[in-house]
């Protein structure tokens, strides 16, 4: 005889109400309830009926991701950790790429509770976006969206820690002449994109390097390939005594590193390079790439589990903010690395 709704009521010692409420993840349920209920569905090796749960619950079971495109590498890489993460966690996901259009932007914000039960959106929010409900039954989760200021919950590495890390590999290196190719990612809203930030310039004057002349060489446009290639160009030609590109992203440091290699220019040796993102392709490369590794898998993880904690309304009233560490990955000719 199949197992019940009643059964797992029976067993845990709870009324059928409340094992309703916890499969729905409705708000405001004990803890102690909701793991009786867990305990008794993992021990009966019951699944409730999806169909059915929807209509009670007047939710879709489904987790929207919201993207401005697929194609920068990252970006699918973050994508990629959140559906496996999702996918873990036994919920369906749709990715929804935008574009970057702020009609379509929209329309996935105001697509919760319709066709999703919440969403995480990757990067910065259009300024003026409804958030409605992002903060109780309509989640939203912004990952590395930069200064958020809608009231949602935010996921975000550690750009300070990031940028101390590559200040002490510099000093370690020996490297006393850089020049950063895009502005570097602990710069904050109102800070100019021609200078280093305050934090990369306060980094780089505790590893006791000289902060008085670090150019910032602009890209073009989006922080691809070309633009870095580009940037190098522009790198090499106006300040030929760097000894150091600290690039913006990965795909930018593989522009570079194509510049230095067709200009016989010695990486490490004469050039080092130091990208950010941990890209696969910085394994492959000649030499392989030291970077920053944000850290994709943990964003997801800890994104997800803002999502589930609004679902179930067991987060708070204002909004959370979520700093997560970063490692300075080190690469060597045999493929390994290094992390710091």
């Given at each position: ?140 989760v912004v990952v590395q969206g930069g200064d958020v200021s809608a009231e949602v919950d935010q996921v975000r590495e550690d750009a300070d820690e990031a940028v101390a890390l590559i200040a002490r590999h510099l000093a370690v290196m020996g490297r006393r002449r850089p020049v950063l190719l895009g502005a570097d990612r602990a710069r904050t ?108 898998g943990r964003l997801a993880r800890v994104a997800l589990e803002l999502v589930a904690d609004r679902l179930a309304g067991r987060a708070g009233a204002r909004p959370a903010v979520v700093t997560l560490p970063v490692d300075l990955v080190r690469r060597d000719s045999t493929l390994g690395q290094d992390r710091t």
């Open positions: 005889m199949a197992t019940t709704v009643r059964d797992v009521a029976a067993l845990a010692g709870v009324s059928v109400k409340t094992v309703s409420r916890v499969v729905n993840g409705e708000p405001h349920t004990r803890p102690e309830m909701v793991q009786r209920v867990m305990a008794a569905i993992a021990e009966l090796d019951w699944t409730p009926n999806p169909s059915a749960r929807s209509l009670r619950s007047r939710r879709t079971g489904l987790i929207g991701v919201g993207v401005a495109e697929l194609r920068r590498p990252y970006l699918a890489t973050l994508v990629q950790a959140l559906v496996t993460e999702a996918d873990r966690r036994g919920l369906p996901v749709a990715v929804e790429p935008h574009h970057g259009d702020p009609d379509r932007m929209r329309s996935l914000l105001d697509a919760r509770g319709r066709l999703f039960d919440g969403l995480v959106h990757i990067g910065p929010l259009e300024p003026g976006v409804a958030t409605d409900g992002a903060l109780t039954d309509r989640p939203v809203v109102g800070e100019g994109a021609d200078v280093p930030s305050a934090s990369m310039r306060a980094a780089l004057a505790r590893a006791g390097l000289d902060v008085g002349d670090v150019p910032v060489v602009r890209l073009d446009g989006v922080a691809d390939r070309r633009a870095g290639a580009d940037a190098a160009v522009r790198a090499l030609d106006d300040h030929p005594g760097t000894d150091v590109l600290v690039c913006a992203s990965d795909e930018v440091a593989l522009g570079a590193l194509a510049v230095l290699s067709a200009r016989g220019v010695d990486v490490p040796g004469r050039v080092a390079v130091i990208g950010y993102d941990n890209l696969d392709d910085g394994q492959f490369t000649t030499p392989t790439l030291t970077t920053i590794d944000p850290g994709a």
